[in-house]
């Protein structure tokens, strides 16, 4: 009789393995040729100079948006709520900067506007001129040409400027609002006691949703093409996650290695509001040239990461 040859005990399972090894090998390609195609699409549509433009029309509308944020807190029921959120923004605006922004806002808000003044529409629309800008750079993004008249863009960039104001004031809100509130939205809604208790930590998450449902809202209005809200949100995340970043980073250069201002003297609070600005900017675009590839991929019948 014939002795069966036994299996080495070692090939016990390795199917399996073997196959999942090859798949996460394969997404990994996957994966970092889509940031490569992401990566010479910036380049081609040229963003380092369309940043640039981006964030001197941001400049123009930080003022401005910020006024009709001031107006809209203004009606709830926290004393001294707006100054808290700006001392907040300072951790991610380099100090000299923010400084520049609140004497302008302090002068500003002065003179007490009214939420239904005219400076308030007037501060609406002067905000917009950045999200009318961003449209632009957004088409050229997506691959989508601009076929909507002056009015109704400037009715999206309005509408954007609203929407987006209002979400990352919801996030600002969320980040000052301390352990008091908890308790009050615990007993308020009929929560369970531990969410009060991890409020602390649950405030850094809502702002953290906020801030990527706005960017998201960006990428799904702006543009002048036909897209899914929920499609847009791998760019959002890439977006919100490099703007944290860089603006911590620009944050620790300035500190570290740019204290001295002998080069630019008084204007160096301006030159790191524009560098925050840019990378922002900057930011943005990227995350829409990761979600046009991400498209692309579906249309030409590619399995998308």
């Known amino acids: 009789m014939l002795r069966q040859k036994r299996k080495p005990f070692r090939s016990v399972g390795r199917g399996p393995a073997l196959a999942w090894r090859q798949r996460f ?11 490569a195609e992401t990566g010479q699409a910036v380049l081609q549509h040229r963003h380092w100079t369309n940043a640039a433009s981006l964030s001197f029309f941001f400049l123009l509308s930080l003022l401005p948006l910020l006024i009709f944020l001031a107006a809209v807190v203004d009606y709830l029921p926290v004393p001294g709520l707006f100054p808290r959120m700006l001392e907040f923004m300072g951790h991610l ?20 506007i009214s939420f239904i003044s ?6 609406v629309w002067s ?11 957004l088409n050229t993004a997506y691959a989508s040409g601009e076929g909507r008249g002056f009015w109704k863009r400037q009715a999206v960039a309005i509408g954007l400027t609203l929407t987006v104001g209002v979400m990352l004031g919801a996030a600002l809100l969320a980040s000052v609002l301390g352990g008091r509130f908890g308790w009050w939205l615990a007993s308020a809604v009929g929560l369970d006691p531990i969410v009060a208790i991890l409020w602390p930590a649950i405030r850094w998450l809502v702002m953290l949703v906020f801030t990527v449902l706005s960017i998201e809202v960006i990428y799904f209005l702006a543009p002048h093409a036909r897209l899914r809200f929920w499609k847009q949100s791998p760019g959002a995340m890439l977006a919100v996650a490099i703007w944290l970043a860089g603006s911590y980073g620009l944050q620790a250069y300035l500190y570290s290695f740019a204290r001295a201002n002998w080069i630019y003297g008084t204007l160096q609070a301006v030159i790191a509001l524009m560098l925050w600005l840019y990378i922002s900017s900057w930011a943005i675009l990227l995350g829409a040239e990761l979600n046009a590839q991400l498209a692309i991929r579906k249309q030409a019948g590619g399995r998308p990461v």
């Open 127 to 137: 905000a917009s001129a950045g999200f009318n800008a961003l449209i632009e750079s």
């Open 118 to 123: 005219f400076g308030i529409l007037t501060s």
């Open 93 to 112: 605006v380099p100090g000299d900067a923010m400084r520049l922004v609140q004497g302008a806002l302090a002068e500003v808000l002065s003179r007490r």
């Open 25 to 35: 090998t394969t997404r990994l390609r996957s994966a970092g040729s889509l940031f």
